[in-house]
């Protein structure tokens, strides 16, 4: 066996990569070879994403890859969900919203008008995130223009092949995928007002795309098909945590913290609904169980806020260490509190909850953000056990904060359990993992590729303190 090699692209909502991966000879391995800032932009109309800047960093970076590995066989492309682009004769109609943007608050207010929320979470078994991509192409004026709507990864698919596809664990963020069938809900779609006509034909993970168009086949150096890959960067993640059993929960965390478990069929109940535990379709058809908890955002944007501040960058592995030395008693705040949701101002807001507890220090400050975010994972992993009906004896934590050593450490002391950490480019590998199948140079389980995951990349344990 010899090995082989791809180019993943992953865009997450603070930064996007474009990474090689190599496969074979019992080694998977990434080149890190380009990465890129992302976040939200301000434009008249509301918060967007500076598509044009991301896509061209793309291609940018793909070229770069094939210059340095011109054995890439092929291309995946991941991103976080739910926001689209409209198309009408191939191009873009206009550039696509930021899911923080307020205008989808009153999409929810019509959407559940037509259809409450019961309904809808009976139909689609997604948890009630106030972006969800049908509360947004409610408010859409555009969308009565559009012949085509396709998700980020699969927006960028189309300009890089020509063709139109919704891959499917993506697809289901929409809230328009039945859970039942995982196929468009038509009709749900037309009481809401969403043309039907506009929802592209839907392909699995490991479906060909389609191939380079000339121009940027020329430009990327190489004549390469785009495989469809868990293009929700979720579903990409998960692929890549190396659960060993079922009784295992996994926390992706990066911008967000996604923690849950895998199932192989949904569980629509009320308990479910009202814990708000979604079910995302996964790789193979299996069901991602999980509540979104907010992760490093909260990091993230306080740090911003600070450097604005100061007009100076902030280390922060440093802040990290100072903040793990906080002795006393630390004050917690619901790290999913709505106030949070959008970019701004984040320690005043999160000091307007602490109110008089709010500490005084930034290192203090940034101690309370990580044990609010590890209290809330502890609450869901509690919640997922209790729905599911399964002891969990263990949690993996992948992405970003799998190198947070405090982060690790808070969310094993909170839940009880041992947190197994890493690895740190989970969605990277899950993408390489999908294409490299496709290609049949990986092996043909997710219990066989995650196993692949466990031998080359050994997670960190952190076991609870009492
Ligand atoms: C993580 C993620 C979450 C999704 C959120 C918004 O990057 O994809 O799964 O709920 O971003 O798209």
């Not at 301000?42 to 800047?53: P, S, V």
């Not at 859409?140 to 596809?165: K, N, Q, Y």
């Not at 993970?205 to 990327?220: F, K, Y």
């Not at 101690?367 to 263990?394: K, N, T």
Request: with cysteine; net charge negative.
């Amino acid at each position: 066996m010899s090995i082989r090699a791809v180019a993943a692209v992953d865009l997450g909502a603070t930064s996007g990569r474009v990474m090689i991966g190599r496969i074979g000879e019992g080694r998977l391995e990434l080149e890190l070879v380009s990465r890129f800032p992302n976040g939200p932009v301000e434009r008249e109309d509301g918060l967007h994403w500076d598509f044009g800047a991301l896509y061209e960093h793309v291609v940018a970076g793909l070229a770069e890859a094939v210059r340095r590995e011109p054995e890439i066989e092929s291309i995946g492309i991941d991103s976080w969900a739910v926001d689209y682009g409209l198309l009408r004769g191939g191009e873009l109609l206009a550039e696509p919203f930021h899911y923080r943007d307020a205008r989808s608050e009153r999409g929810v207010a019509e959407v559940h008008a037509i259809v409450p929320f019961t309904e809808l979470y009976q139909r689609n078994g997604l948890q009630f995130l106030p972006f969800n991509t049908l509360y947004q192409y409610r408010v859409d004026g555009r969308i009565a223009d559009a012949d085509t709507t396709l998700l980020i990864p699969d927006l960028i698919a189309f300009l890089l092949t020509g063709t139109p596809v919704a891959e499917r664990t993506n697809a289901s963020t929409t809230g328009l995928l039945e859970v039942a069938s995982s196929e468009w809900d038509l009709d749900l779609a037309e009481r809401l007002g969403i043309p039907a006509g506009i929802l592209p034909p839907l392909v699995d993970p490991g479906t060909v795309v389609g191939t380079l168009r000339p121009a940027l086949a020329e430009r990327i150096g190489k004549d390469l098909p785009v495989i469809a890959v868990g293009s929700h960067d979720t579903a990409s993640a998960v692929v890549a945590v190396p659960l060993t059993n079922s009784n295992s929960a996994y926390i992706s965390c990066g911008t967000w913290g996604l923690v849950g478990l895998e199932l192989a069929q949904p569980r629509v109940t009320d308990a479910a609904r009202e814990a708000n535990f979604t079910h995302e379709l996964g790789v193979d058809g299996r069901f991602r169980f999980l509540h979104n908890v907010t992760g490093l955002w909260l990091l993230s944007e306080s740090v911003r806020a600070w450097e604005a501040e100061d007009g100076a960058s902030i280390d922060l592995p440093e802040l990290l260490a100072e903040a793990s030395a906080v002795r006393g008693e630390i004050p917690l705040f619901d790290a999913n509190d709505p106030s949070l949701s959008a970019p701004g101002d984040m320690p005043a807001r999160i000091a307007a909850l602490l109110g008089e507890d709010a500490p005084a220090s930034r290192a203090a400050f940034a101690r309370s953000i990580v044990e609010s975010i590890a209290a809330a994972f502890a609450d869901a992993v509690q919640a997922a056990s209790a729905l599911s009906g399964r002891e969990i004896d263990s949690v993996h934590l992948v992405g970003g904060g799998s190198l947070n050593r405090l982060l690790c450490q808070a969310t094993a002391d909170r839940t009880g359990l041992p947190v197994l950490a890493g690895p740190v480019e989970a969605t990277a590998l899950g993408n390489v993992l999908v294409q490299a199948r496709a290609l049949g140079a990986a092996p043909a389980t997710l219990e066989e590729l995650r196993a692949l995951v466990a031998a080359t990349h050994e997670p960190v344990r952190y076991e609870p303190r009492g």
